[in-house]
Structures are given as C-alpha cells and as structure tokens.
C-alpha cells in the first residue's frame, strides 16, 4: 500500500465516533455532526491512526475495502482532504493550511493522495508555536465522493468583515468552491438578511442574470440557520449544488475573527488636526502631561463658543488616546459635518446656545489678543524664572512640571480661539520662522544643540517626547528670512510657547527620574514614560513605584490611525466620512485599517510590510504575521487566506485591480480592510518631525479643528472662562 508502515484505522462519518474530533479531526467531525443533524452531508470515512479508533477495522484489506465501496463498480472521483484536531476550531481555522487532493481515481492514485494529505502536516510551516502544530502522526484522512458542481461557495453564517451578525455573506463562483478558496477566483459577493433578502452584490449583477437565483439565495440562507442550530452559532460553510440542483454542505466549522462592531451611537473620532501637535505614540507619561490639558483647554473653548452642549462636553473627554495616538472628537470639533443636519436646523437648542454665548464672542474677539498677549508674557516670565533642572530641589520639579499642565489648558483654549476669531494674521507660522532660522544657521555650520540654545523657536520643527529629542533637518531649501517670534501672529505665539512648555516638561521630568533612580528604588531613567503622573508624583514623594512596572511594556507603534473611525472593544474601526462612499476599488476582506510599505514578497522585508500579490495563494501564509496590510488583485474575502488574515488581524483588501503594477515594493500604502480601499499614503505626515513643515506650507491654516468649529458657530462665546484660560 505505500503508507510508510502506517497502520490506519476506517471510521465511516456514520460511525458513532466520527463525531469525536480527538478521534477524525475537526474537519470530518463537524461533518458526521452535521450529517446527524440531518444536513445534507456527501457520505464517506476518515483514515485515522489505528490506536485512536479501538474497534474499528483496520489496515490495508479494511481501507482497500472502503475505498471500493465508495468509489463503486465505475470507480468514482474522490476527494481525499486533511482532518486535524487543530484546525477548523473556534480559535484557528488554519484554513489551506494542509493539502486536498481532488478528482482522486483508481486505487494507485487514492494511496498517493493519502501520503501527500498525511505528508502535509510534517511539511507545512506552522503560524503558531510548534506544541500548536499538529504532526503527521496526528492527521486524519477524509474520502467523501468528487461532486461535481456547478455552482459552488463559500458561505458565512454572520458577516465577519463588517462584524454583523443579522447578516449572511455568501460568495458564489461556477463550478465548485475550491477556486474561491484558494484565492484563484474572486466569485460573486453576495450580501443577504436573515430573511433571505439581497442587500447587495459586489460585483453588480443584474437581476436576470445572477449566478445565484433568488430560490437558491433562500436555501442557503435556510442551510445557513439549520447548521448554525445543530452547531450553536454561525458557521463558515463551503457547499456546492450538483446538475440536479441539489444543495450539499462540504464542510463547516466556527467562524474565526469576526470584525468588532462599533455599538450604536459610538462617536466619530480621528486624529484630524490634533495630530499637528502631537503627532507620534505617546506612553502614558507623555499622555498625562499634553493630552489631558489640550483636552481641557479644547473643552473650554468649546464651551465658551457654545458649540457643543455642556452636558457633551462634560460626559466624554475632545481629546483621547486610541493606541498611543491622540484623536479628536470629530463632530464636536466641527471636523465633519452633523449627521442629522435637518434635526439640527428645527432644533432650537444650538441656536440659543450660540445667541447666549454672541455677546461674549463679540467682545473676547477685540479682547482676545491682549489676554493672549498677556498670557503668553507670564510663560515667558515664568520659564525665564525657572532655573536649571540641576539646581532646583524634587519638590521644586514636581510643581514646574504641574505648572505646565495648568498654563498648557490655558494656552490651548487661547489657541483655538485665536485661531477661529481672529485668522491667520500675517499668514507668518512658527514653523516658517523655525526653518528660516535653521538654514542660517546651518550655513554658519552650528550643530543641533548650538542652534536650539540660540534659537527656542527651532522647536516648532520638533514632536514633543520625553525620550530621545529627534535631529533637527539636516537641509530644508527655505529662503525666508527670519524676522523674529515677535512677528509671529497671535496664534502662531499661542502655539509655540505651548511646544516650549512640553519641553521644559520634558527637561524637568528627565531631571526627577535621575534623582528616583539614584536612590533605593533603581528606577532606570528609561521607564519613566511607562510611569502615570499620580504614579510620578508618589515616587518623588517616597511612596515607591508600582509594584508592576517592570512587567510593563512600551506602547507600540501601530502605524497611524484611520482619518475617521469609530472603536469597537477599543480598536479602532475605519468609518467613511459622512457624505463620502467607498471608492469602490476593491473588496474589504476585513482586518481594520493599516499602514506600512508595499512588499512583493521578495527581497528584503521592510519594517510594517504590506503584501501586494495578484491572487491569494495559501502557500502565502507563513509571510502573515507581521504584516501591516495584504492587497490581492483577486481572490475572495472568504478565502482560505483571507480567514487566515483576519484571524492576525492584517488589513486586507481583495479584488484591487491591477495592484502589482500600481504598487510597486517601496511605496507607502493604505489599507482598510473594511471598505476595500487602498492608496498611496502622503508621506509628508507620515514622520513626527515633518508635521510642523506640513502646516508652514499649508500658511498656518492647519491648526487645531476646534478653530474651524468655534468659527463654523460664528457667533463666539464669552469672557467668562477665558479669564481661567
């Protein structure tokens, strides 16, 4: 027989321990179960290790015996598929992972496709730790009979891309399911209800002339709620109707990485402007000390403007972190447009918040720049005041530092105000000024550390970070000349001295960890941005630090967030603006949204790799982990790999046309693997230390959203709590 001294043991699919997955594998146990549920199951047996099966017949007369009662006198195709304990599950599809042969005839032919199916649990690359990865021994073997369909699929019984459960996807291709899921084919996409009604197809089809009529539509749809009963949820199915129109169910099994939906209501956020200020992943440190006060300073602004109700504003923060990147409300900013505009216009509530607040806007906005020019004034005089880091007492850092966090509410709130009442001014920008100021002295040869001494204003230029400050720009081609920060527009000055702040922050803090480190608690300088500030304040105080920070781990860099998204468990959800529609330009295969650099696949692999192939080959599947997006020319979204990749979570998107040639290795990409969209990604933003050249080029028109929206409310708001700002 050829098995390699392999003793096999024969459990027919009726056989009451075809159930038992330890025994058949996953596969052909979910197909006996469904078979005894009274699905339409093909009939056939499972080759098992003979010492799984105790009384089941076994070796090569009781295999050679099954064998010819299911290929028949005419000798029948068969299909000879892997069957292990570890695939198919609730945790791991490992989908195309271990060989199927197909169109299996004669006796010669079924010994050799059973080696390669056994074979492929010994060869294939595991995705997991190898004590996850089943061995040869382990494999089982499934013959069911060669169908030959004529329409043939795969169907979900809940939408994993979307991550809706009250609907059923279905992709649909001539012939039977193996070329949608070895992602030679992308099929026909068919969206439908629980009631079986079509919601969309993708790509159109007319209505007489659907690969899937509407009666086919119903019974797997019917299919569909019948095995979600016998297994208890909704499951990932292939079937196949033969030349009599029959529907039959190849296989089924849980559906693995359903995509997290955002709950009804969750609001819109985005990095939108914020990221201007505060542009890279933040550790917790770094979060406490600029983004909880540009957080209140926007509130206040915001109420001031009235343009937003107080009971908004109270119940959720304008500014959060959403992986280590600050994002924004985008509807209370005025970033995006109301999703009820006709509500809006018949309620009376805005209206008579913004006439409340018209007699104060009307004089903050003659009155703005001299409190502005006050304000800035006091934080030139108080960090003017402060001595070196070195020479002032623990005590004495502490309240410097919470000083910073006060004056920053306060120069945020001016900030956006001034950036809304009173325009860009003289068009100057900080940035502009910083760049003027760096290609003097570049000229004059003075290093990074000379010329940010001669020169605070160079720290427009810089992100601010409690880590390593990044190098200044080595050559910039800018031929202003400088004329000074007291040419600076209102704005402009807001917006610097709020940078020069988070850097005598910065300083400050880095001082404080030298002294926790030198004492008992060998506190490493390196870790202090892991630290909370209440955390930071009881240290220097002597309460110790927390008993867990060693175990805590830095805040990764995932790549930007989504222009607009809402969260789902707390990840972020790409959404399309309102107004906006999909480009249309490929499927969504699900994952979420990514972003990194085009790879072929070969040669050197970059940093956040996202994979651009023509089709979705499974022997693709040892290159997922780690990538930040995968894009496919074809193939389907409920492909073998397409599981695969929603289960490590990379973006993928399917069906792009022409995806090779477009994005050729090096380019800069973007991923959502929701609506299918990818473009190429400006690189302008894409660094911490490029964001304040992008708004000197825009004029200074980029600033904060909160700008836009106390000025789309045009009738601004009091001097009731600028006094506090």
């Not at 039977?176 to 089809?205: C, F, I, M, N």
């Not at 985005?270 to 509130?299: K, R």
């Not at 911490?688 to 700008?707: I, K, P």
């Amino acid at each position: 027989m050829g098995f390699e001294g392999a003793e096999l043991a024969v459990v027919p699919l009726d056989a009451v321990q075809a159930d038992d997955a330890t025994v058949t594998g996953a596969k052909a146990a979910n197909l006996a179960r469904a078979a005894m549920a009274g699905l339409p199951v093909l009939p056939g047996f499972v080759l098992v290790p003979a010492d799984r099966a105790p009384g089941a017949a076994a070796g090569e007369d009781a295999v050679r015996s099954a064998w010819q009662a299911l290929a028949g006198p005419q000798g029948r195709a068969l299909v000879v598929r892997s069957s292990s304990a570890h695939e198919d599950t609730e945790d791991s599809s490992m989908a195309g992972r271990f060989e199927s042969v197909l169109d299996v005839r004669g006796w010669e032919e079924f010994t050799l496709a059973v080696r390669i199916v056994l074979d492929s649990a010994g060869v294939v690359r595991p995705l997991r730790p190898p004590e996850e990865t089943p061995d040869r021994d382990g494999m089982a073997v499934l013959v069911q009979p060669m169908l030959q369909s004529t329409i043939g699929g795969v169907m979900f019984g809940a939408d994993p891309v979307e991550g809706r459960t009250d609907r059923i996807l279905v992709s649909a291709v001539p012939g039977g399911p193996h070329q949608l899921v070895d992602g030679s084919t992308q099929g026909v996409r068919y969206q439908l209800t629980r009631l079986a009604r079509l919601v969309r197809t993708d790509p159109a089809e007319a209505r007489g002339r659907r690969l899937l009529s509407h009666r086919r539509q119903v019974r797997l749809v019917d299919l569909a709620k019948k095995t979600e009963r016998a297994f208890g949820g909704p499951q990932d199915m292939e079937f196949g109707f033969d030349a009599d129109g029959k529907l039959w169910l190849f296989q089924a099994r849980p559906i693995t990485a359903m995509a997290a939906r955002p709950l009804p209501g969750a609001r819109l956020l985005g990095p939108g402007p914020i990221a201007e200020t505060l542009p890279g992943v933040l550790q917790p440190l770094e979060e406490d000390l600029w983004v909880a006060p540009m957080s209140h300073g926007l509130t206040l602004a915001l109420d001031i403007a009235g343009a937003a109700p107080r009971r908004h504003l109270r119940r959720l923060p304008v500014v959060t972190t959403v992986e280590g990147r600050a994002a924004a409300d985008l509807r209370l900013l005025g970033a995006i447009p109301s999703a009820h505009p006709v509500l809006d216009f018949v309620n009376p509530a805005p209206g008579a918040r913004r006439a409340g607040a018209a007699w104060r806007i009307g004089r903050l906005r003659s009155a703005l720049p001299l409190l502005a020019v006050d304000l800035m004034a006091d934080v030139d005089r108080q960090l003017s005041d402060f001595p070196p880091p070195g020479e002032m007492l623990s005590g004495q850092l502490l309240d410097a530092v919470a000083w910073g966090r006060h004056v920053l509410s306060s120069l945020h709130a001016q900030e956006s105000l001034a950036g809304a009442l009173l325009g860009a001014g003289s068009g100057a920008t900080a940035a502009g000024e910083a760049l003027a100021e760096l290609t003097e002295g570049r000229r004059r040869g003075l290093s990074d550390e000379q010329l940010l001494e001669r020169h605070p204003v160079l720290l427009a230029l810089l992100p601010p970070t409690l880590g390593d400050r990044p190098p200044l720009p080595a050559q910039t081609g800018w031929t202003t000349a400088p004329r000074g920060v007291g040419a600076l527009p209102v704005r402009e000055g807001l917006r610097l001295r709020i940078r020069w702040v988070q850097e005598m922050q910065a300083q400050l803090v880095r001082e404080l960890a030298e002294r926790i480190d030198d004492g008992e608690c060998g506190f490493r300088a390196s870790r202090l941005m892991l630290l909370r500030w209440e955390e930071l304040v009881e240290a220097a105080d002597g309460k110790g630090l927390p008993a867990d920070l060693a175990a805590r781990l830095p805040r990764e860099d995932t790549g930007p967030l989504p222009a607009v998204f809402r969260l789902a468990d707390g990840r972020p959800v790409a959404q399309l603006p309102p107004g906006h529609r999909a480009s249309g330009e490929g499927q969504g295969a699900g994952g979420g949204f990514g972003t990194g650099t085009a790879w072929d696949g070969h040669g050197e692999r970059p940093g956040r790799p996202v994979l651009v192939v023509r089709s979705l080959d499974p022997a693709l599947a040892p290159l997922l982990p780690g990538l930040a997006g995968l894009v496919a020319e074809t193939g389907s979204a409920l492909s073998h790999l397409a599981v695969l990749a929603r289960e490590y979570r990379v973006p993928t998107a399917v069906g792009v046309p022409a995806a090779v040639d477009r994005f050729l290795s090096g380019t800069p990409l973007t991923v959502d693997g929701g609506t299918g969209e990818v473009a190429v990604r400006d690189t302008v933003d894409g660094g911490r230390g490029d964001v304040a050249v992008r708004d000197t080029v825009d004029g200074g028109t980029g600033g904060l959203a909160a700008r836009d929206t106390v000025g789309a409310a045009s009738e601004p708001a009091s001097t009731r709590e600028e006094s506090a700002a």
